[in-house]
C-alpha cells in the first residue's frame, strides 16, 4: 500500500507559480514511477507529468512542456511539481499517483495509488 498526500495548490494570477508537494509513505519501491494528473471540470482525468523513482526519468505532456518541472526526494519521499506561467487552462484539481513500475505511463488507469488532489485556480 502507498499512502499519498497532495499540497501547495490555490489561487495564483496568470503567468503566475505554484510547487505542489506530494508526500509518499508505505511501501515505496525505486522501482515505482510518480504520476501528476489533472482534472478540470467537466474534463476528463489527464496526464501532466511522471517521474522514475530509481533514475529521475521524466515525461511531460505537451501542454506543460518548458512550464512545468517535475523532481523528487527519495531521501524525503516527497514529489514535487513546480509550475510558471500558469494559465487559466491550468486550472484544475491536481493528484499525485503512483505507478507500480519503472515503466513511464500516462495513462491514468495504468497508476494504482492516488491522493486527494489539491485545487489549482489561475485567474485572469
Known amino acids: 500500500q502507498v499512502q499519498l498526500v497532495e499540497s501547495g495548490g490555490g489561487l495564483v494570477q496568470a503567468g503566475g507559480s505554484l510547487r505542489l508537494s506530494c508526500a509518499a509513505s508505505?511501501?515505496?519501491?525505486?522501482?515505482?514511477?510518480m504520476g501528476w494528473f489533472r482534472q478540470a471540470p467537466g474534463k476528463e482525468r489527464e496526464f501532466v507529468a511522471a517521474?522514475?523513482?530509481?533514475?529521475?526519468?521524466?515525461q511531460y505532456a505537451d501542454s506543460v512542456k518548458g512550464r512545468f518541472t517535475i523532481s523528487r526526494d527519495n531521501v524525503k519521499n516527497m514529489v514535487y511539481l513546480q509550475m510558471s506561467r500558469l494559465n487559466s487552462e491550468d486550472t484544475a484539481v491536481y493528484y499525485c499517483?503512483?505507478?507500480?513500475?519503472?515503466?513511464?505511463?500516462?495513462?491514468?488507469?495504468?497508476?494504482?495509488?492516488w491522493g486527494q488532489g489539491t485545487q489549482v485556480t489561475v485567474s485572469a
Open positions: 517521474i522514475t523513482w530509481n533514475v529521475g526519468r521524466t
Open positions: 508505505g511501501r515505496i519501491l525505486s522501482s515505482y514511477t
Open positions: 499517483a503512483t505507478h507500480v513500475s519503472p515503466v513511464v505511463v500516462v495513462t491514468p488507469q495504468l497508476y494504482s495509488y
